[in-house]
Nanobody, 117 residues
Framework: VQLQACGGGLVQAGGSLRLSCAASGIIFPIVTVDWYRQAPGKQRELVAAITSGGSTTYADSVKGRFTISRDNAKITSYLQMNSLKPEDTAVYYC????????????WGQGTLVTVSS
């Protein structure tokens, strides 16, 4: 199983970025996909999640600004990030949760998002 995250970069505060997470080696439609982030000196935190059925949850800090989605045909999850703030600066990781079919979870390699003030 491989998760390939991309789309990070440097953006000014108030700007937008879209992260992508392309999966391979996994039956993508049946897994819940998460996006986590880890800022320097801080613990990794859950930002957003989307279930196999398309239900979504968000951290309070990103509600109304970030949107998680998935395209099962493209075996890809997306994280649309709008109205970015300097405190959104972090390495962003995609993750698939273990379940009945997959006993293990899997992580992508991370993509760096830097928001300048």
């Amino acid at each position: 199983v491989q998760l390939q995250a991309c789309g990070g970069g440097l953006v000014q505060a108030g700007g937008s970025l879209r992260l992508s997470c392309a999966a391979s080696g996994i039956i993508f439609p049946i897994v819940t996909v998460d996006w986590y982030r880890q800022a320097p000196g801080k613990q990794r935190e859950l930002v957003a999640a989307i279930t196999s059925g398309g239900s979504t949850t968000y951290a309070d800090s990103v509600k109304g600004r970030f949107t998680i989605s998935r395209d099962n045909a493209k075996i890809t999850s997306y994280l649309q990030m709008n109205s970015l703030k300097p405190e959104d600066t972090a390495v962003y990781y995609c993750h698939t949760r273990p379940g009945a079919y997959y006993p293990n979870d899997y992580w992508g390699q991370g993509t760096l998002v830097t928001v300048s003030s």
